[in-house]
Every structure is written in C-alpha cells, then in structure tokens.
C-alpha cells in the first residue's frame, strides 16, 4: 500500500444520512455519496496488512485491498475491474449485505473497520456513470442450453456467469417481475428497484432471457425443461416462513413479514395489490422477530405512518463489546440498531409471545407476553430459556408482522414433481463442491440449497454453481471459484 498509515491519518466516516423525519416521508433511498476525497481518504484507511482477513469474511472472496488502492489511486477502472472479478452485483451487495469483510477487517481488532461495502457502492456506481458496465457474453455461443428457475441473487448471479461463458440462458420467475426477494423482500428505501432494473437491462443485453409469471411446477411442467434445456440450476430461495402458533394466531391483523413488505413494494411500484390491503396508519404495530426483515417492517410501518412501532426479540439483548463465542474475525454477536430503528421503534428484548388476544368484535387488541431469562454456556451462547415467573402482561396492538425468519424451501409442486432429496433441516440436498442434486444434470444454489442466508452467499453460490454447470455442458470452464468460498463460514 502507497500509503501504509492512512488508518492512522483518517478516521472511518460514512455518507450522510437524510434526517429520520425528512426520509419517512417517502420510499426512496435517502443515504448519501462520499466527496471524491472521501471517498479516496476512506480507501486509504485500508492498512499493509498482510493477511486480508477481509477476504476470507466475504463468502465471495472479493479482492478487497487491491480495489481499495485503486480508489485511493483514482483508477476508477481498475476498481471496477477488480470488483467485478468476483461479485456480479456489487450494487446490490453495496446496499443491502451487511458486510462480514468488515467485521473480518484487521482494523476491527482495535479500531473501525474499513468501510468497505459503502466503497463497493461507489465504485460501481462510478463505473455505471463512465460507461465500464458492458455486456460481457460473447457472440459466439457454445449450443448450450441452460434453465434457471428464481430470479434472485443466486439465479441472477449462476444466469450472468453461464451467458458470460457462451450459454443460452432463460430464468424463470413465478412472480410478475425478476429480481426475486431483491424486489419484492427488500423495501425501496434500502434498494430502491431501478437498481435492479438497470442489471436486468443489462443482463438481457447478454442475451439472457427472462419468463416471468411461470411457476415451475405449475405454469409449466418440469419435464419440458428437461426436454428444452441442457442443464437446470434450482434457485428458489428460501420461501416458506416460520409460524407462531400459539392461541390466536386465526385472528385478522396477523401477518407473516413478507406478505407485508411484498404488498408494500408493490404499492410504491404502482402494481396492482391482489389480497386484502395491509395497511398500518395510525394502528399500533408489533413486529415480532428481531432481524433485518423485522427490522425492513419497522421501516415500513413507520412510512405509513403507524401510531406506534414495537419490536420484540425472544433472546436477550446484546452487549455492545464482542463476545467470546464470535472471536475476530467472525461476524460479532452485538447490539446493534439500523435506519429503521432510528426512525422510531420500541424495543423489548427477553420477550416471549404467549397468545394473541381478540376483543368482542374478535379484532386483534393486545398480545398476552411474558419476560424471559436464558442460560448461557462459558462462551456466551444461549442454551435455553425460562418464563420469569408473574411477569405476564398485554401489550395493546392491531397489527403484528411475523419476522420469524424461514424454515426451507417449497416442497409442494416442483420438488415434489421431480423427487428432489431434502437434507435433514428441509433443505434441498447437493454436493457441496458440485452443487448438482439426486436428479441428473439439476443442480440447486443459494438459500434453497444453504437455507435462509446473506445476499453475498447467494450471489457466491450462483456462481459456483454456474462454474459447476459449465464443466458438466464443456468438460472444462474458464468461469473462476473462490475455493472453501469463506474459510470462517
């Protein structure tokens, strides 16, 4: 590094914020850009230091100190040359993944980390500005014929790697747009959606095409694609979110997390809304789970104007230092709050949701909860938890957003149809080195594959399984892999 005591000049800064109260008002992206001296003074903060950790923290292996000294170097090509050699869509990772290279970054030991993903932001969108993002499958193609079904990262990412080495390539996507849980899962103010128009335009132009409103399974049977296609790469997602059932949960107000925010971004698209309207103004909102899908329903609510936002976590809250079961350079179990947080939310933490309670017109009133308190190991992990005894309460609500997380893929249709293994937690079965299934020439990548995981490893499983493709249809690929795609995974 040219300048080995740049962590030493400058401190770690991010763009600038709009104010909670200006950014409520709409659904846009309401996070700044850095200066370009910022923006160089930020990539100078990356140290000599040796070992990049930061590469082994990021499950796509990104090249993170050589695109940092090109940035600090202004060669804004260069950057994007380097980034692009391992991450299909740095403008999404750029924005939504919460970024394990940071909390691998050598710099996290003792200080801030570099800050990476937001240079990730900038450098794409840079080279979007100065035209580098082109086209990149060639003209001459291979005879090869590959279908994708999902349009998420992981289908998107194994779809742009097969045309980059001379595939024909469709994806197939059961909802009425691509882009998978990126446009439908992901509010506008955290990706605003002509980010992923602007890569889908781009990927048609690699001659990839796209067959929305087609549910495998049900629009169109498995077996033309294996009559039509020489490969088959399943990547469904992780769809199937996990219940609360406990007494109550028939009554009206009671809503799994994704059919809100799905509903949601819809609406800020103009789409038409084909179930009953969830619509949260002035009502008194629960979400319960304490992820970032929850956190996505607290941002919601409070754009339509919710009277209040509460937030519940069954697990007990976080201590700010990192703990001992998640050493450097794992990702740190800590508190932490979001943007969504910061416009207005209350948070209990050590919550356990007993009953959902109805009043005489058997409308949702109040949740019935209780405190918790858990047993931890010597290293800090929670084993089990127990009810603190007469601390029973209700807590007044209309509405409750069920953030729970998901429990795998879905069974019923196409997996079912083509007698697809399970693995013991529901997941689709593969190899992990090879990524094809029980069933000849289907492989499957991303969270149907892992189960509900980070947008980087999708967008890495994609990959490898689109290099595994490859070598089946040529017998040998030129498509790169990161090998043990994340060491500390």
């Known amino acids: 590094m040219p300048n080995p005591t740049g962590f030493k000049e400058f401190s770690r800064e991010l763009p600038p914020k709009a104010a909670p109260q200006e950014r409520v008002a709409h659904n846009h992206e309401f996070v700044g850009t850095y200066s370009e001296g910022q923006l160089t003074q930020q990539a100078a903060r990356c140290m000599d230091c040796g070992i990049p950790f930061c590469h082994s923290g990021c499950p796509l292996g ?9 940035v ?13 050699a391992t991450n299909n869509f740095p403008e999404f990772t750029g924005r939504i993944c919460p970024a394990p290279c940071e909390a691998a970054c050598v710099l996290s030991i003792h200080s801030s980390p570099v800050a990476i993903e937001e240079i990730e932001k900038h450098i794409i969108e840079i080279a979007f500005a100065k035209g580098y993002v082109q086209p990149t499958a060639p003209v001459l193609k291979s005879g090869q014929t590959v279908a994708v079904v999902g349009s998420g990262p992981a289908g998107l990412a194994a779809a742009a790697q097969l045309a980059r080495a001379g595939h024909t390539v469709t994806v197939f996507e059961r909802n009425d747009r691509p882009g998978g849980l990126l446009r439908y899962g992901i509010p506008d103010f955290k990706l605003d959606k002509w980010v992923i128009d602007r890569r889908i335009d781009l990927l048609k132009e690699d001659g990839i095409s796209f067959r929305c409103n087609t549910e495998i399974g049900r629009d169109l049977p498995f077996a033309q694609l294996t009559r039509d296609f020489h490969a088959v790469v ?25 059919d809100y925010l799905t509903q949601h971004n819809r609406r800020v698209s103009g789409l038409g809304i084909e179930d009953d309207e969830i619509w949260v103004e002035d009502q ?16 919601t609510a409070n754009r339509q104007r919710a009277r209040s936002v509460t937030q519940f976590a069954l697990m007990h809250q976080p201590g700010t230092e990192r703990p001992a079961h998640t050493p450097w350079p794992l990702e740190p179990h800590i508190f932490r709050s979001s943007t969504s947080h910061e416009e207005g939310c209350q948070r209990y933490w050590g919550i356990n949701t007993k009953a959902f309670l109805a009043d005489e017109a058997g409308r949702l009133r109040a949740l019935r909860v209780s405190d918790v308190t858990w047993e931890t190991d ?23 957003l069920l953030a729970l997380g998901f429990t795998g893929p879905r069974v019923d249709g196409l997996l079912n149809e083509l007698e697809i293994d399970l693995d013991p937690r529901g997941n689709v079965r593969a190899d992990d080195r090879t990524f094809v299934t029980n069933q000849p020439n289907v492989f499957v990548a991303g969270d149907m594959r892992r189960g509900q995981s980070l947008v980087v490893w999708a967008i890495s499983e994609g990959r490898e399984a689109a290099r595994q493709v490859d070598l089946l249809l040529t017998g040998k690929t030129a498509l790169p892999s990161k090998n043990a795609v994340g060491m500390f995974a």
């Open 378 to 400: 010597v290293m800090g992990r929670r084993i089990r938890f127990e009810e603190v005894p007469d601390s029973d309460r209700e807590i007044p609500c209309q509405r409750v």
């Open 62 to 70: 990104n090249i993170i100190p050589e695109f940092n000294d090109a």
């Open 234 to 258: 399943l990547a469904g997602g992780a769809s199937v979110p996990r219940g609360l059932n406990i007494p109550g949960r028939e009554l009206p107000g009671i809503h799994f997390a994704m």
């Open 284 to 299: 008194d909102v629960v979400v319960i789970g304490s992820g970032d899908t929850g956190s996505d329903c607290v941002g």
């Open 72 to 84: 600090r170097a202004e060669k804004w090509e260069d950057a994007y040359q380097i980034l692009s």
